[in-house]
C-alpha cells in the first residue's frame, strides 16, 4: 500500500528552514536610542544657551532699571533716563531676539542632519537586510523543496 505523505512533517520542517533574525531588531532598537540620545542633546543644548541669554537679558534689564530709578536733581533727567532706559531695552531685545533665531538654526541644521544621517543608515541597514532575507529565504525553499520530494 501507498503511504500517505505526512504533509504537517512537512510544514513543520519547511518553517524551521525559514530563518527568523532577531538580530535585525535589536539593531533597530539600538539605532533608534542612538537617535535619540543624539536629538535629546541637541534639544538640551538649545535649552542651555537659551537660558543663559535669557538669565543675561533679565540682569541687564535690570541693571538698567536700577540706573533709570535713582533720584535725580533735576525733573529732565528723569524724562532722559526713561527715554535711555528705553533705547537700551529695545537695543538689548535685538540683540538676545538675534540670539535665539541663531540658536534656532543651528538647532535646525543639526536635526535635519541627524535625519539626514539616520535615514541613509536605515537605508544600508534595510538594503543588507533584505539582501540577506532573500538569500535566507532562497535556501530555506530550497530545503523545503527537496524535503518535500523526499516525503513524496
Known amino acids: 500500500m501507498t503511504k500517505t505523505p ?3 512533517k512537512v510544514m513543520q520542517d519547511m518553517m524551521a528552514s525559514f530563518p527568523v533574525d532577531a538580530s535585525a531588531f535589536q539593531n533597530a532598537f539600538k539605532t533608534q536610542a542612538a ?3 543624539k536629538l535629546s542633546k541637541v534639544a538640551l543644548e538649545a535649552a542651555e544657551k537659551s537660558t543663559e541669554i535669557s538669565s543675561k537679558w533679565a540682569k541687564d534689564t535690570i541693571s538698567k532699571l536700577a540706573d533709570a530709578s535713582k533720584a535725580k536733581a ?3 533727567e528723569y524724562t532722559k ?7 537700551a531695552a529695545a537695543e538689548m531685545a535685538a540683540e538676545n531676539l538675534a540670539a535665539f533665531a541663531e540658536i534656532a538654526k543651528k538647532v535646525q541644521m543639526e536635526t535635519v542632519e ?5 535615514g541613509k543608515d536605515v537605508s544600508e541597514e534595510a538594503q543588507a ?4 532575507a532573500t538569500a535566507d529565504v532562497t535556501t530555506a525553499a530550497k ?3 527537496t524535503a518535500a520530494t523526499a516525503a513524496k
Open 35 to 37: 537617535m535619540g540620545e
Open 74 to 76: 533735576e525733573p529732565t
Open 114 to 118: 541627524l535625519m539626514l544621517a539616520a
Open 129 to 132: 537586510a533584505v539582501k540577506k
Open 143 to 145: 530545503k523545503a523543496t
Open 81 to 87: 533716563a526713561a527715554t535711555d532706559f528705553a533705547s
Open 6 to 8: 505526512d504533509f504537517a
